[in-house]
Each structure stands twice: as structure tokens, then as C-alpha cells.
């Protein structure tokens, strides 16, 4: 079964800053992929960005990237210039092919003015 | 385009009761998915749709939960004899194929509560 962690319950930021989370996650698949989601208080789940595990290099999506440690099993999101509108959970998730996705627990990120 | 929509937003219940929830996916898709969300908690799969057929049922959490989507689109969460542990935000996603891995765009959710 695949487990996913994350092990920062909360988190804040100021505004302007970087922020990064934490992921890891536990499998013995070798094709995967890996997701951040965010969700508002508006309970819609918003893709950030996702990163397939056969690809070296780090995906990236305008000021969020991610540090991808296949070796690790290890995911972390990085968000630079942080703005209020981040403000929302943000929740790791890891899927196989053909197969559901799997959620951690969530990170409750505070952008702070 | 559209996107994923769910109804009813919000719904509350007495325990026994019979409820089912609504998914309507993006049009096309072909994968639809059921998770369930406590609390403070990540979302956890139900139920997983490839077309018409349950491809995947292995987190239905008992017979008391069961799925429907008849024509391959509208999907249907049908929950019998409602228990408090029920009461969670229950979230539908869609995706183009199961072929091959793609995104998954989800509902706002419907949140039901049981008392």
C-alpha cells in the first residue's frame, strides 16, 4: 500500500516570502506520479502542479516548484513570492497508474500580510 | 467549459435516513472517482469509474454505500441507513482517460452531515 506524509500540520508565511513543504511518501512502484493540491475555504480542490516520477527534472508552474528525490521518496512543494491568495491547505498526493490517488494528511499554509 | 459540479452543496440528514449525492463530471471524461474527506483530514478514495463500470470499489467502506453511472456521465453516491460517521465532504473528480495517468479535476464537494 502506498502511504503519504506529510508532517507539517501548519505552516505560515509572510507575504512577499518563500515557503516550502514537506512530502514524503512510501511505495515500491517505479512509475508513479505526484501531486500538490490546494484547497480554499471554498472546499475546491486546485491543482498546483504534478510531476511524473520517471522525469529528473523538477516541474515547475510559475512561482511554485517542487524538489523531487525519487531516492528519498521525498516531494516537497516550494512557494516563492508568497501572496495572501495562497492562504488554503495544500495536500501531497501520490497515484500509479490505473490506480486511485492517495492523499496525506494536509499542510494548513498562512500567508501572513 | 464547464467544470466538475456536485449537488447538493450541503446536505443534512437524521441517522437511518437514506441520502445520495450527485456528481455531474466535465463532459468527456471517461474516469470518475468518489473520495470522502473528514475533517482535517486528506480526501480518502471510494469508489473509482472507468465509463459505466466500477473499475475500482475497494474503498467503499461497506455495504451501506453504493455508486451508480448508468450512461457514463452523471454519477450517483447513494448512501442507505445513515450513520454519524458518515458526516463528511464527500468530493467527486473526473478525468479524461484511465489509459494512461491524467490530472483529476474535482467538485466543490457536497457535505453531509448526519445527526
Known amino acids: 500500500a502506498q502511504t503519504v506524509t506529510q508532517s507539517q500540520p501548519e505552516m505560515s508565511v509572510q507575504e512577499a516570502e518563500t515557503v516550502t513543504l514537506s512530502c514524503t511518501y512510501d511505495?515500491?512502484?517505479?512509475?508513479?506520479?505526484l501531486f500538490w493540491y490546494k484547497q480554499p475555504p471554498s472546499r475546491q480542490m486546485i491543482l498546483v502542479i504534478r510531476?511524473?516520477?520517471?522525469?529528473?527534472q523538477n516541474a515547475t508552474e510559475n512561482r511554485f516548484s517542487v524538489n523531487f528525490q525519487k531516492a528519498a521518496k521525498s516531494f516537497s512543494l516550494k512557494i516563492s513570492d508568497s501572496q495572501l491568495g495562497d492562504t488554503a491547505m495544500y495536500f501531497c498526493?501520490?497515484?500509479?497508474?490505473?490506480?486511485?490517488?492517495?492523499f496525506g494528511a494536509g499542510t494548513r499554509l498562512t500567508v501572513k500580510p | 467549459g464547464a467544470g466538475v459540479s456536485q449537488t447538493p452543496s450541503n446536505k443534512v440528514t437524521e441517522k437511518g435516513k437514506y441520502v445520495e449525492l450527485r456528481c455531474d463530471p466535465i463532459?468527456?471524461?471517461?474516469?470518475l472517482y468518489w473520495y470522502r474527506q473528514s475533517l482535517g483530514q486528506g480526501p480518502e478514495f471510494l469508489i473509482y469509474f472507468q465509463g459505466t463500470g466500477a473499475a475500482d470499489d475497494s474503498g467503499l467502506p461497506n455495504d451501506r454505500f453504493f455508486a451508480v453511472r448508468p450512461e457514463g456521465s452523471v454519477s450517483t453516491l447513494k448512501i442507505q441507513r445513515t450513520e454519524r460517521g458518515d458526516s463528511a465532504v464527500y468530493l467527486c473528480?473526473?478525468?479524461?482517460?484511465?489509459?494512461?495517468?491524467?490530472?483529476?479535476?474535482f467538485g466543490p464537494g457536497t457535505r453531509l452531515l448526519v445527526l
Open positions: 510531476q511524473e516520477a520517471y522525469k529528473q
Open positions: 498526493a501520490f497515484m500509479k497508474p490505473h490506480g486511485d490517488m492517495r
Open positions: 473528480a473526473s478525468s479524461p482517460t484511465s489509459g494512461r495517468v491524467e490530472t483529476q479535476y
Open positions: 511505495t515500491s512502484e517505479n512509475n508513479y506520479y
Open positions: 463532459s468527456g471524461h471517461t474516469a
